[in-house]
């Protein structure tokens, strides 16, 4: 198994996944205007991203067009499965650090105090499981995935 | 009149009152060994202490080309003459029978002699096969705190630019991690503020976790001077053992092990609330006060009182002397760094300076302490996880810049991740992504935290283990290929003390058979290997232990560790220097920090900084924000439970630690034979009211267990405190039937069978004092007794309960106030040893 294959295939379906969903809000609000364009724009972005892997891939002899993702199902060696649980902590975090942003920001539209400070006294460790995660994937991914 | 004293019945001689201010009186020890007459001692070679990290500046007696005794050197800045029990009689070590003397390799499951070039050539190929299969992250490399700057250094080169490995740390993560990552998390970068001679001029003097009686015997014997001199200094000790720095302490403080940050937390809270702070310093200096007094708002003494307990006025008391001091000076150890939040807690020692204004000035300043002799060095020169120079990896321009010394391209340099630390190799190395792990200098099969792991992945098949050291220890006997070396007086070279002082070590004597230098052991392999800069030259240019030193100085030159100012010729005579020396400050710098914070701009700092929590890295735009005038930066922290805590199934406490007459796992200590006769076995402490409950007596057989394994060793019933139990760390297998390990009629002996596998997420630096055990008796002491020492934090509590250690006339050292001037000039005694 090839480290660097492996999170090219998972990157490679990771966004355009998310071009996906960028072009799916995007038309589903087409009436909140900044959200359709930047939507749309970001969009592009992962369409350039999965565009310019797949070249890279190409170069490399690998065909990203229509195999799994591989990272998706649970990876067998200790070390690739432990980026794998790092990862989606980190998405998971990421999904709660966006609530409570909503929280707070609700919270202050509604000046609703217990509310805000509740959201200002955890979103903050929110980020910080999310900086953690992401330096231990940063540590330990060069090890887990030039070895496998 | 010369005095005779016993040094192992009194481990720190006679005494030299002094008042504060005056200059600490010299007083030379020498010992010299049975029949060796002073006056025929011809040649004396210049060196320092070896066995702790104080830097005790000494000269050897050579007689007939062999070592015959020692002598302190009266003009040395650190120890004014003084020798400590282990300077004084540590040296014979390196004449034992049993030394290396031939290369071994293993043969069909057994390691048998062989010649320089066959093992050699096995780790080259060996070397060559894993790079051409699995890639630079396949080798590592594990050191110590006990080479020579120069041995670091070229590690670090071949390391870092020829293999080009992350894989390269110091068992210097077991002791002193901690001390640098809490100097960068303050000050921005690595670097000792603080010098020994602020202990001349403090009026009060606070140790954290650090029984400086026993790791730093002539800094105690300065302390110890003071206390019997004019206008003597307060002490505040935080220990949970009876010490003597504890017997002899204004304010004692014995917290539950584990709760240092609570207890730190709650002296800044007293600080604050009485406001005794300088604000003017804090404006000018710092950033992040107001975080630390919020953090700290309900950190009450009443509140730290249940949480260490420790009573809330004793708290009171000692913030007092903390807060109402004219110069403070403070010193942290190993009580703090191996312990639960390791770096948050020492941090706060450095808080505790900054928001008082008391650092830069004569007794006003942070030691932020070592272990070992060397380990200085090998956080200066990158062979911890640190880059070399104290260099930032997360600073592309730092990285280039050493890619500019070593003619390589910045990419040769993994820089990617932060180097990896001790702990995370031996994971890889556990699950098989690192194959070669080359072991200089230490014996990680003693002292790493639950040894039945560690064995179990050093003899693995799939790894190739390289020992390079003095004895076959227990880590060499799992090894593939054991190299012998040369070891202090009979190599050349320098190394770097807790106070930044950097002395000069000459060669006495010849190595033993064929042990050779550490330097010539890395030379010959990166000659071997064939490293190349991106010019197609040799990547490694130096050939001795002096041209080594100066391709280190033009690694160092315009960094916080600056040698530039120093040469081999410049440390030969006199005193140590206190690096940063340059032409500018040719004499050394006695501290940093005089005219506020120095290496903490953004662009300059060695780190920025962690999450003293998770361990989280910052990035340069965070730190930019925070701290962009580089002042130092005051970082708080919440205290948390330890993780692991005493239950019905293991009721007591466990903490390690150290003994005055030992060092690490005793390779040289238990070969002198005065100290091992001090400490021949290890031993068990608990408290009179613990043993009185389970019907323990002194002398008494026990085994201690916890969830990872158990030892035995016999019970010394002291004034430690309730509930916890000690274990001193540096006894292991080489000296037992077992070997390197217990087996079916070897029980376990050491006490790192029972340590947790846990790190501060910080520092990395294991956790050796918070373990949850259980005591038992396996056999009635029947009259025998614990062969523990006396004379220090193991003294029992009924004094009557054991002999008193005692050295007898074979231990009798020399104490004189004159500085032996007849002699004195080892300049030239120096350079005929070489």
Not at chain 1, 63 to 82: G, H, K, M, V
Not at chain 2, 421 to 448: C, D, K
Not at chain 2, 604 to 633: F, H, M, Q, W
């Amino acid at each position: 198994m090839n480290g660097i294959d492996l999170v090219l295939r998972a990157l490679h379906h990771g966004e355009s996944r998310l071009a996906d969903e960028l072009t799916a809000v995007a038309d589903r609000h087409r009436a909140d205007h900044e959200v359709h364009h930047v939507a749309t724009d970001l969009a592009h972005w992962s369409h350039e991203h999965t565009r310019r892997l797949a070249d890279t891939a190409h170069d490399r002899g690998l065909n990203l067009d229509d195999r799994p993702a591989p990272l998706d199902d649970p990876p067998e060696p200790a070390p690739l499965l432990l980026l794998y649980d790092l990862r989606d902590l980190h998405l998971r975090a990421a999904r709660n650090s966006l609530h409570w942003e909503m929280l707070a920001q609700v919270a202050q539209a509604t000046r609703d105090d217990a509310l805000l400070a509740l959201a200002s006294a955890c979103h903050p460790q929110t980020l910080r499981q999310m900086r953690w995660t992401n330096t231990m994937i940063k540590n330990l991914s060069p090890q887990a995935l030039t070895s496998l | 009149m010369d005095a005779s004293v016993d040094r192992i019945a009194r481990p720190w001689g006679g005494r030299t009152p002094y008042g504060r201010h005056e200059p600490w009186p010299v007083r030379v020890d020498t010992f010299l060994a049975a029949g060796v007459d002073p006056a025929a001692v011809r040649r004396w070679v210049q060196t320092a202490s070896v066995l702790h990290s104080d830097g005790d500046a000494m000269d050897i007696a050579v007689v007939d080309g062999r070592m015959a005794g020692v002598r302190g050197r009266a003009g040395d800045r650190v120890n004014h003459g003084r020798l400590g029990p282990k300077d004084l009689f540590g040296w014979q070590a390196n004449a034992s029978a049993d030394r290396l003397t031939r290369p071994l390799v293993r043969e069909g499951g057994r390691l048998v002699e062989c010649d320089w070039a066959t093992a050699t050539e096995r780790i080259a190929a060996r070397s060559r096969e894993l790079l051409d299969e699995r890639g630079p992250g396949s080798i590592g490399f594990y050191t110590t705190g006990q080479l020579f700057l120069e041995e670091y250094y070229t590690l670090a080169v071949l390391a870092r630019a020829g293999i080009g490995t992350s894989h390269l740390d110091g068992n210097t993560r077991l002791c002193t991690a901690t001390a640098a990552e809490a100097l960068k998390e303050s000050f921005g970068c690595d670097g000792q503020p603080g010098s020994y001679d602020d202990l001349d001029h403090a009026d009060a003097i606070a140790l954290f976790g650090h029984n400086i009686a026993e790791t730093q015997p002539v800094q105690w014997m300065r302390i110890l001077d003071r206390l019997e001199g004019a206008d003597q200094p307060r002490i505040v000790c935080v220990d949970p053992r009876p010490t003597p720095v504890a017997r002899r302490a204004t304010v004692h403080l014995a917290p539950r092990p584990g709760t240092n940050l609570a207890l730190l937390n709650a002296l800044l809270h007293e600080i604050i609330r009485t406001d005794r702070v300088d604000h003017d310093y804090i404006e000018a200096h710092t950033v992040g006060f107001e975080e630390l007094a919020t953090r700290v708002k309900d950190s009450t003494p009443e509140w730290a009182a249940g949480i260490c307990d420790v009573p809330a006025a004793l708290l009171r008391e000692a913030a007092e002397i903390l807060g109402t001091a004219e110069r403070l000076l403070s010193t942290v150890l190993q009580g703090v760094y191996q312990s639960h939040q390791a770096t948050a807690a020492a941090v706060q020692v450095n808080n505790l300076h900054l928001i008082r204004g008391m650092l830069g000035r004569p007794g006003a300043g942070v030691l932020q302490m070592n272990g070992q002799p060397t380990a200085q060095n090998t956080r200066e020169c990158g062979a911890d996880g640190d880059l070399p120079g104290f260099r930032n990896w997360q600073n592309d321009s730092h990285v280039a810049d050493l890619a500019k010394v070593w003619n390589v391209d910045p990419s040769t340099i993994p820089h990617y991740a932060p180097p990896t630390h001790a702990m995370q190799m031996f994971r890889y190395a556990e699950q098989g992504s690192i194959r070669m792990l080359w072991i200089s200098g230490t014996n990680p099969a003693v002292s790493l935290p639950e040894l039945s792991r560690i064995r179990s992945i050093l003899a693995q098949d799939r790894l190739f283990v390289v020992v390079q050291d003095l004895f076959l220890t227990e880590t060499a006997q799992l090894a593939d290929v054991v190299l012998p070396a040369a070891t202090w007086g009979e190599k050349t070279g320098t190394f770097t003390n807790a106070d930044r002082t950097v002395h000069l070590s000459d060669q006495a004597v010849d190595p033993p058979g064929e042990a050779k230098p550490d330097l010539e052991i890395f030379l010959d392999y990166a000659a071997r290997m064939d490293f190349r800069d991106k010019d197609g030259g040799p990547l490694i240019t130096w050939h001795d232990p002096e041209s080594a030193f100066e391709a280190w100085k033009r690694c160092s030159a315009g960094r916080p560790c600056d040698y530039t100012g120093l040469t081999y010729d410049r440390l030969r005579g006199g005193s140590g220097i206190q690096w940063p020396c340059t032409e500018q400050s040719p004499d050394g710098t006695e501290r940093l920090y005089t005219d506020g914070i120095t290496w903490a701009h953004p662009d300059l700092c060695e780190s920025y900084g962690k999450d003293l929590i998770t361990g989280a890295t910052d990035d340069v735009v965070e730190y930019r924000s925070l701290n962009p005038d580089g002042k130092a930066v005051i970082k708080a922290a919440g205290y948390l439970p330890p993780h692991e805590a005493p239950d019905d199934d293991h009721p007591f406490q466990l903490t390690t630690g150290r003994t005055l007459y030992h060092f690490h796992t005793r390779t040289k200590t238990a070969r002198a034979p005065q100290l091992n006769a001090a400490a021949p076995d290890v031993w068990v402490e608990a408290s009179a009211s613990d043993a009185a409950a389970l019907g323990l007596d002194e002398g008494d057989l026990v085994e201690v267990t916890t969830p990872r394994g158990a030892m035995r060793g016999r019970l010394r019933v002291t004034d430690i405190r309730p509930g916890l139990l000690f274990v001193p760390f540096h006894y292991g297998y080489w000296d037992t039937e077992a070997g390197h390990g217990p087996d079916g009629d070897t029980p376990g002996r050491a006490a790192n069978e029972t340590t947790t596998t846990d790190w501060d997420p910080a520092s990395k630096q294991p956790l050796f004092k918070t373990a949850a055990a259980v005591l038992r008796r396996v056999e009635r002491g029947d009259g025998r007794y614990a062969p523990a020492p006396t004379t220090t934090a193991s003294a029992p509590a009924r004094a009557d309960a054991a002999p008193a250690t005692t050295g007898g006339p074979s231990a009798l050292a020399t104490e004189s106030p004159e500085s032996p001037d007849a002699t004195g000039d080892s300049r030239s005694h120096g350079e005929d040893a070489r």
